[in-house]
């Protein structure tokens, strides 16, 4: 009887859940490393057949190839490696110039979209929609051959004499350059601006420990305008000249210069992204309590500092996360400047290509860049993100 | 019920986990289309890019689409263009219909990874052939157009040699050897420059045309197709100078000796055609040629084999595209001739190596 009774009571393992559910997490994780070993496998046999080995030797090679702009020293017989560098570095710059852009103008259209004067409001929708709905790569082109090639001609540039040019060539604007000496009126002025920064932190927190005024502003405002001074005696009083451009042959040269592409890329990205960032500002500032703003009126704060104390610290919270994805975006956007001639990473990556013959090789080495600069990004943003969201006690 | 079916899944999922993970099972795009083993003289691959477009019954070619002459719409949106037309005589060899083509437009800069994965059959987008191209990007087939590099300029800019364009700002397609030829150009000279690089053609000419820069250079036939489409041609000349060799090629993938061969010969085909005064037009009369050779050629009854059986090709194979398209001279002109489509180019170099020029093709035998 005994016999007879255990096998029926045990559970066979096919109809075992715990069984089961064991066996199937090994046989679908079986499954998909299966599935990309042989994605992988087949990825490397390929590459191997067709004489497109994955090594990167030829970044070593002279690129041969010229880049007009370039923050480092570079000409055509440096390596690809070097070339890569420069773009990534015009990457850099062009997107950095154009977060703080965006970053300056989708704050202020966004505060405008709540404006209560109707005219101001519809302004700022006009602006957000119409950037919103138009593609980023249309745009650049409008900006590009639409209006800066179409500004006049070197000769006949836009003047105000000695100060700016502009023509379809660039902006060409006086731009101080430092001379003899110039490096000692530098290191002061660094050690102004680090000992004003200083100044003001220590100051801030001794007002806020003590409840004392003490004028941290003012303070720091006098460091920052005297440590420089002095430099600026004890250098020989000319540590700096100003530099203007001339126009020698086709092109002006010295002063600062800023291209038609660059410039076109620049505006373009920066103008786009702040119709979203615009939108983000305006939905953060509207997640605010209606009761926090009452409540700051109801204390005697002015519109400005209910604005700046109580709206902007609470809204912070809920634009940080959005906001750090519309930066992604206009640093990956930078990518359309292939079409309008600025070249960056990805530009000069496609020309790598094309000389070097290594399609998958530069294209791993694009991606895994963007992929640095992206994680880098969000890693800082989410630093502070995690300062101004709320401190649970 | 579910337990039935949680078997037959699971079962389902080891067997194409066994499937994915033997080693037989990768595929090499290669082998795919070869089922029957290839004979061992013969390495993988032979053979496999002409079963798969007669599978697939078109040639696709990587082309221009934006380069008036060479590869660009007509006004019907049909391809049309002097590289366009070795594409068309391929696939009247090898489908015995010219409009059985499949044109990709592509980029200069993707001409290389298009060959390398072997994205299309061939590639005919004014193309030169270099060395290290050859070594790294496909098999180069016979060169179709003898090109320099050379410069563009206003004629109001009064710049006639290389040591007036000292400084100038220099418009010019990234990807090219043209980008390549022009700094070493400059910089074996001396001279310093300014370039702006874009990666549509189409936008190199209309930042040069704005005039964003002093001087535009690519091959001298493409500154010809470019400036003919200008507003004020005019106002525009093309320098006599020349700085590079550009042997404009056709290109096929690494990989299938068969489909390399197939396409020299299609275009050794055109060149001895018009050697032998065989038309488009006159293609059926040349079949009872006096010349044997001829006759060969255009595969009439009972001649020589010219190579085709090996080729996979029919015996008239070339007579269709010559029917198709015209021998080489016939799609010169009909571009560049002097009532050319397009514009007017002097034959030059690309003239029959009787007339002076260097077209000269192997005999079809």
């Not at chain 1, 190839?65 to 490696?81: A, H, N, Q, R, V």
């Not at chain 1, 992604?328 to 960056?344: D, P, V």
């Not at chain 2, 290389?162 to 001279?191: H, P, R, Y």
């Not at chain 2, 002093?214 to 010809?224: G, I, R």
Request: hydrophobic share 45%; with cysteine; charged share 15%.
């Amino acid at each position: 009887m005994l016999r007879a009774e255990q096998p029926s009571r045990k559970i066979p393992i096919w109809r075992d859940e715990r069984a089961l559910k064991v066996v199937a997490q090994v046989i679908s994780s079986l499954a998909i490393l299966g599935l990309l070993y042989w994605l992988i496998d087949n990825f490397l046999v390929i590459t191997q057949q067709r004489g497109m080995p994955l090594t990167y030797g030829f970044l070593k090679e002279a690129a041969g190839f010229p880049i007009k702009e370039s923050f480092i020293p570079y000409d055509s017989t440096m390596s690809f490696g070097r070339a890569v560098l420069v773009g990534l570095i015009n990457t850099l710059v062009v997107s950095a110039g154009g977060i703080l852009f965006a970053t300056l103008l989708g704050f202020i259209i966004g505060l405008m979209r709540l404006s209560s004067n109707w005219l101001i409001s519809r302004i700022a929708l006009a602006y957000i929609e119409f950037h919103r709905n138009i593609p980023l790569l249309v745009l650049l082109f409008l900006w590009y051959f639409g209006i800066f090639t179409k500004l006049p001609g070197v000769q006949q540039s836009i003047t105000i004499p000695e100060i700016l040019y502009i023509n379809q060539r660039g902006f060409y604007l006086i731009w101080p350059r430092l001379v003899e000496g110039g490096m000692i009126f530098l290191a002061f002025s660094l050690t102004g601006v680090i000992l004003a920064v200083i100044a003001w932190v220590v100051l801030r927190h001794i007002r806020e420990v003590r409840g004392k005024e003490t004028y941290f502003g003012r303070v720091s405002l006098a460091i920052l305008v005297l440590v420089p001074l002095m430099g600026w005696f004890i250098s020989g009083s000319h540590p700096v000249q100003l530099d203007v451009p001339i126009l020698q042959g086709y092109n002006f040269q010295g002063g600062l210069r800023l291209t038609t592409e660059f410039t076109a890329l620049l505006i373009g990205l920066a103008m786009y992204t702040s119709a979203f960032i615009a939108e983000v500002i305006r939905s953060g500032i509207q997640a605010v309590n209606k009761g926090q703003i009452e409540a700051a009126k109801a204390v005697g704060l002015n519109s400005t500092q209910v604005l700046m104390l109580i709206i902007i610290p609470q809204a912070m919270r809920v634009i940080i996360p959005p906001l750090i994805s519309q930066y992604l975006n206009l640093t990956k956007n930078s990518s359309l400047a292939l079409a309008i001639g600025y070249q960056e990473l990805f530009a000069i990556g496609k020309v790598t290509i094309n000389q070097a013959g290594r399609a998958i090789p530069v294209f791993i080495l694009i991606m895994a860049t963007y992929l640095i600069i992206s994680l880098i990004t969000s890693l800082i943003l989410n630093i502070y993100n995690k300062r101004v969201q709320f401190i649970e006690r | 019920m579910s337990r039935k079916f949680f078997l037959v899944l699971s079962g389902l999922i080891i067997i194409s986990l066994l499937a994915a993970c033997s080693p037989q099972a990768t595929p090499t795009p290669a082998a795919q289309n070869t089922s029957a083993p290839p004979a061992p003289s013969k390495p993988t691959g032979y053979g496999a890019t002409l079963a798969a477009i007669q599978a697939r019954g078109k040639v696709v070619c990587g082309v221009h689409t934006e380069l008036l002459g060479f590869g660009y719409l007509d006004e019907n949106g049909r391809n049309m263009g002097f590289d366009i037309d070795f594409c068309r005589a391929v696939a009247a060899a090898v489908l015995g219909d010219p409009e059985a083509i499949e044109a990709v437009p592509i980029t200069a800069a993707d001409r290389g990874p298009v060959l390398q994965t072997g994205e299309v059959d061939m590639v005919t987008r004014n193309m030169t052939w270099t060395s290290k191209r050859d070594a790294e990007w496909g098999n180069f087939t016979w060169i179709t157009f003898y090109d320099g590099q050379g410069f563009l300029v206003p004629k109001a800019s009064g710049i006639n040699t290389l040591e007036d364009m000292n400084g100038a700002t220099v418009c010019v397609t990234t990807g090219t050897t043209t980008e390549k030829n022009l700094a070493t150009a400059f910089s074996d000279a001396g001279l310093t420059y300014e370039a702006v690089t874009f990666e549509e053609t189409s936008a190199v000419y209309s930042a040069y045309e704005e005039g964003r820069c002093d001087v535009a250079t690519s091959d001298k036939s493409q500154l010809a197709a470019v400036r003919a489409g200008f507003q004020n041609p005019d106002d525009h000349a093309i320098l006599p100078m020349t700085i590079s060799k550009e042997p404009l090629t056709p290109a096929v993938p690494t990989g299938d000796d068969q489909w390399l061969d197939i396409v020299k010969t299609v275009i050794w085909g055109l060149i001895n055609a018009e050697e032998y005064g065989i038309t488009s037009a006159n293609v059926e009369q040349m079949k009872s040629s006096e010349n044997a050779d001829v006759r060969a050629m255009l595969g009439a009854e009972g001649e020589a084999d010219w190579g085709y059986t090996t080729l996979g090709l029919k015996a008239d194979a070339l007579a269709k595209a010559i029917a198709a398209v015209g021998n080489y001279g016939e799609i010169y002109d009909r571009y560049f001739g002097p009532s050319g489509i397009a514009f007017t180019l002097d034959r030059g170099l690309n003239n029959l190596w009787t007339d002076g020029g260097l077209m000269y093709a192997p005999p079809i035998k």
